[in-house]
């Protein structure tokens, strides 16, 4: 890929996406970063020009919207923005007892973490099909890998991530197309932010020191987009945990899960 070609970025505006932004700029890719806040993107598209001397365009929607993959992808054919790799990344979690979370909360969440991800992987995954040519990069997280109660939508929405890239990547692969799947584990960026790891039985596992560099996170999902392979689980620690997941029964699995995510009652200290 070089200059003549775009990457549309979910969520480039912050974390991970804006660390993989930076380095696909520096790469001399044109750039075209969505998410809500347009002034945080207007910002961040000037820095990358400013750094890289790189175009990056911006578009300011919220994908969580119902129709929001069809709107974006009609606003790429107004503008007349070829699509060259898409990376869907923006999605957001809720650690929180699935009865307690508000109905259209839980709605949103599948509806950017998975609708959003699937509509945009038909409408750019068919252009791409169609010209023989493009890369598809679909962030799920390591919570895929097995049950996470008091997380349980979030977790089989990544599930679900995991399952239809995997798919994808077989269904497109003789078509000059290939899909990647990062999976990090928890990563310091503003995902966290309402979370407080106290509160959980296993926080320590969120805590600040037990996060991942979202630069690190970004790069392992660069080298996947450009370079090819189906699933990459971020970081030595996670790859070990998600190998053992597949030797132990999956009642055990969500047991272990369960006493990890566990909220803490108040003045309960973590086991
Ligand atoms: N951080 C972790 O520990 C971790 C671990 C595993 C997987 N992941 C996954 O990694 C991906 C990136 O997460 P992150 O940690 O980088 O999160 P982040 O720091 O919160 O960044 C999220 C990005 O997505 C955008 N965004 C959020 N909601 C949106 C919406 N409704 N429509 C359009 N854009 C939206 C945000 O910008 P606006 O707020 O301006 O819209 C921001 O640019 C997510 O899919 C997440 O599930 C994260």
New binding site residues.
């Given amino acids: 890929m070089n200059h003549d070609t775009t990457t549309l970025i ?9 660390e993989m932004a930076r380095l696909l700029a520096a790469r001399g890719h044109r750039l075209l970063l ?4 347009a002034g ?2 207007e910002a961040v598209a000037s820095e990358l020009h400013r750094t890289y001397g790189t175009e990056v365009l911006v578009h ?6 119902p129709g ?1 993959a069809q709107s974006l992808f009609e606003h790429t054919q107004r503008q007349e923005v070829r699509i060259d790799a898409l990376v ?6 809720i650690v929180e007892e699935h009865v307690a979370i508000e109905a259209a909360q839980i709605q ?1 969440m599948l509806q ?2 998975v609708v ?1 991800v699937a509509e945009l992987c038909h409408r750019y995954g068919g252009e791409m099909k169609r010209r023989q040519a493009g890369r598809i990069l679909n ?5 895929a890998f097995q049950p996470t109660p008091y997380f349980a939508a ?1 977790g089989a929405a ?1 599930a679900f991530v995991l399952n239809f890239s995997e798919a994808l990547a077989k269904e497109l692969e003789d078509h000059g197309v290939s899909v990647g799947c990062l ?11 309402g979370v407080d790891p106290r509160r959980i039985a296993g926080g320590h596992f ?1 805590g600040k020191a037990g ?2 560099d ?1 630069r690190e ?1 970004a790069a392992a999902g660069v080298e996947l987009l450009l370079g090819g392979g189906l699933t990459r689980v971020v970081g030595l620690a996670n790859r070990v945990m998600i190998l053992g997941n597949r030797f132990v029964p999956r009642t055990v699995v969500a047991a272990v899960s369960k006493r990890m995510l566990r909220p803490l009652a108040i003045g309960e200290a973590p086991p």
């Fill in positions: 979910t969520g480039g505006s912050g974390g991970i996406g804006l969505v998410s809500r806040d945080r993107l300011a929607m919220d994908l969580s919207a929001a869907n990344n923006a999605g957001f979690g949103q950017l973490d959003a962030v799920a997280s390591t919570a979030y990544k999976a990090p584990g928890p990563t310091d960026t503003a995902f966290f932010d969120f996060r991942a979202p996170v």
